[in-house]
């Protein structure tokens, strides 16, 4: 397949940024860099990235297949992804879930019809300090309650999102606080 | 060594030994999915936990990943364990489609096992929210994938990656999407993809050649070696022939890896694991055969007679040197050192081989399969099957010899010469031998070659032992009758030594592998009685230095 030579340049660089006995590691970095050059992972690319970093196609896969940040097909225009595990779970997602299905009229794995969202149910994405919580592209949305999606989506349907939200220390500094 | 207390029982292990295989040697059986003794440790199946106490510290720990500490006291029967398991087992069993009547592994699932040990709960999922996944995935020639069995243990990955060494599965997806799958379009076809069927605990993988063939609980199961090449594998072979509605040819249903740490591990190659056809192939001999004129149909005491009259005669016409024999490194120990009594100590026949140029030859790697597709090479060396004294001919040249008619009587056992002959030379072949005596399991070239057909047994049908390449001695079982009227190559060479006048030593196999042990220098002192289920070395051979084939991965101290 035809890498272009921005991306083969900066493949290199990234390969080589990592010492000798852990040029393995250039894996997730070097699979961004082609994410966001190429839009998505297809499996020409896949095989592609398999050879440059020197492992096997299974193990690209592995990696390809775990993160939900990689993605395997282009990027709708808003792709949603949902929470649902154990934190997000006990912090109402279900019920969250339910309300995201009826707003936007799609299920797991589906698209609106006007092509704007696409929903996808994912596992933890890290933030369970604010559960429950999703991903809309790259931005995060926090401690999410029916009127704060509504609010998300409309934002999104108009053209002027609501900005995402920033990580905030919940306990303040934990090591003063909480240290005996 | 460490000294320790598993369940109040007190047992020693080398150090570094982990906690599921020290519960191993009281017999104390630690339920595990993900860990396999030849594979590298992940302890992510989480059923191995135990509790343990050390030093006054209680926890519960992996039992596979936990190494033997002196002093420690593991319990593997609380109630906190049993708590914790049968939560585990139940997520294994939360989407599990419970299709157990359909599946080959239910009898030896350990989802069942364990279920039954630990589980005993009712599903707090309705069978409609079921997650559904890939249910007959075709993953390569030999095996086929059940997803929705599987408990994502990764045996079979670590297999493929650490033994077979070809990255062929991986487990894709995340969270409760995971499953186990071969990249599209890549396929399981390594050497050894047998082996993650007999790996996985469960249903997921599944042989094709052995799927919906019988219930296990049927299967009969008796130890064996492989005798698919010089290697000499140790396997089971798991066999029924009671329920002959079903396949009536095939009383061999699968062949399982026997463990032998000297030669094989765990496991076996997919040439030897499927070989086992030819034992009920359709083309098997089951009866004498003869060109003879006047005999409406053959029978082996028949052809014997006639073998003898035709030996005597060219014996006594023009010696020793009329006859030859091309005896085979197939043969087992027994069958090669009758045939060495008979034709060199006892007829003085100097034409007498095992190898032939253009025998058949295999694939060999580093890791089991050997080029050398004949079971006992090294027994006939050992037993002496070869050209000797002054007038000795060597196996090539016995065929060169036999084409220009220099032989009265030519023996053959098991080589199909017509297939290193063209079809000129097969014809002078027949015209220039007086007699040719053929000792074959299936039918080919030489069944019309030969004037007279003796049938013989095949391994699966025998007691015999085969010297494999390292020089270990390792036997056979016999699990069922020989197929038809095939006899025992070794009861051929009995039969016409009687004839010819000559007593052979003994009239059982366990007689004749005893007086191998009293004539032949390096089975000095080997007795059938003797031999153990893992065989033996030959006297004056060294153990191999025992090669693991997996990395090591040294336990973390507790």
Same mark, same amino acid.
């Given at each position: 397949m035809d890498i272009p030579d921005t991306l083969v340049r900066k493949s290199e660089e990234i390969f080589f940024s990592f010492p000798p006995e852990r040029r393995e590691s250039a894996l997730v970095p070097l699979m961004f860099e082609a994410q966001r050059e190429l839009g998505c992972i297809t499996p020409d690319t896949e095989h592609w990235i398999a050879e440059t970093v020197g492992v096997s196609l299974v193990k690209v896969r592995e990696v390809l297949t775990f993160y939900s940040m990689l993605r395997r097909e282009r990027a709708e225009k808003f792709l949603v992804q949902f929470c649902r595990n154990i934190s997000c779970c006990l912090a109402g997602a279900e019920d969250l879930q339910r309300h995201v299905e009826k707003k936007l009229g799609i299920r797991n794995g589906e698209t609106t019809a006007d092509g704007l969202f696409t929903l996808r149910y994912v596992e933890c994405l890290g933030g369970c300090s604010w559960a429950p919580m999703m991903l809309v592209n790259e931005m995060q949305y926090y401690q999410l309650t029916p009127e704060k999606l509504d609010r998300i989506i409309e934002g999104f349907r108009s053209g002027r999102p609501v900005p995402p939200d920033e990580p905030t220390p919940l306990l303040g500094n934990v090591g003063e606080k909480i240290a005996v | 060594m460490p000294h320790l207390e598993i369940n109040g029982k007190p047992v020693e292990v080398p150090a570094g030994t982990n906690l599921i295989e020290a519960a191993r040697r009281l017999n104390i059986e630690i339920p595990h999915y993900c860990y396999h003794p030849g594979l590298a440790v992940v302890g992510s199946c989480r059923m191995c936990q135990v509790e343990v106490e050390l030093n006054g510290r209680k926890s519960i720990v992996v039992g596979c990943n936990t190494a033997a500490a002196d002093g420690m006291k593991v319990f593997n029967n609380t109630e906190a364990i049993h708590r914790i398991r049968s939560g585990v087992l139940e997520f294994y069993l939360q989407h599990h489609p419970l299709d157990c009547p359909i599946c080959?592994? @239910? $009898?030896?699932?350990d989802l069942q096992n364990y279920y039954l040990l630990h589980g005993l709960h009712d599903s707090r999922v309705e069978l409609t929210e079921k997650h559904h996944k890939h249910k007959v995935h075709d993953v390569g020639p030999t095996v086929v994938l059940d997803s929705e069995r599987c408990v994502l243990c990764s045996r079979c990955a670590r297999f493929c990656r650490?033994? @077979? $060494?070809?990255?062929e599965l991986g487990i894709f997806e995340h969270g409760g999407d995971s499953e186990l799958l071969n990249v599209p379009g890549r396929l399981l076809e390594n050497d050894y993809a047998g082996n993650v069927v007999d790996l996985c605990p469960v249903g997921a993988l599944t042989d094709k050649d052995f799927r919906f063939r019988r219930r296990v609980w049927y299967l009969k199961r008796t130890p064996s070696v492989c005798t698919g090449c010089s290697r000499g594998c140790n396997i089971y072979v798991d066999w029924e022939t009671s329920r002959s509605y079903k396949n009536p040819q095939r009383r061999i249903q699968r062949l399982k890896p026997r463990y032998n740490r000297g030669v094989n591990e765990w496991w076996i190659c997919d040439r030897g694991r499927y070989g086992y056809h030819a034992v009920d192939a359709?083309?098997?001999?089951?009866a004498p055969r003869t060109k003879s004129d006047g005999e409406s149909e053959a029978t082996v005491d028949g052809v014997l007679d006639r073998a003898a009259e035709k030996i005597k005669a060219a014996l006594a016409k023009h010696g020793p040197k009329s006859v030859a024999v091309i005896a085979s490194s197939s043969s087992s120990n027994e069958d090669l050192f009758l045939l060495k009594r008979l034709f060199a100590d006892e007829l003085k026949v100097h034409s007498l081989d095992v190898t032939l140029s253009g025998e058949p030859k295999g694939k060999e790697d580093e890791i089991l399969m050997k080029?050398?597709?004949?079971?006992?090479r090294r027994g006939a060396v050992e037993i002496g099957v070869q050209p000797w004294g002054g007038g000795g001919v060597a196996g090539d040249d016995i065929v060169a010899s036999a084409l220009d008619g220099d032989y009265e009587v030519l023996i053959v056992v098991h080589h199909d010469l017509t297939r290193m002959l063209s079809q000129k030379e097969r014809n002078r072949l027949g015209q220039n031998c007086d007699y040719i005596l053929y000792l074959g399991t299936h039918e080919n070239g030489m069944c019309h070659l030969a004037d007279d057909v003796i049938p013989i047994a095949m391994w699966a049908e025998r007691d015999a032992t085969y010297t494999n390449f390292q020089g270990r001695v390792q036997r056979t079982w016999r699990p069922f009758e020989p197929r038809g009227e095939a006899l025992c190559e070794w009861r051929v060479w009995q039969e016409l030594g009687k004839r010819l006048g000559h007593s052979l030593p003994a009239e059982s196999v366990a007689g004749v592998f005893d007086s191998i042990g009293t004539v032949v220098a390096s089975f000095k002192g080997l007795t059938w009685e003797g031999l153990p289920a893992n065989g033996i070395m030959l006297t004056g051979v060294s153990e191999p230095a025992y090669r693991k084939v997996q990395s090591s991965h040294p336990l973390p101290a507790y």
């Open positions: - | 080959d592994d @239910a $009898g030896e699932c650490e033994i @077979a $060494g070809v990255d359709e083309n098997r001999l089951t080029a050398d597709v004949s079971p006992n």
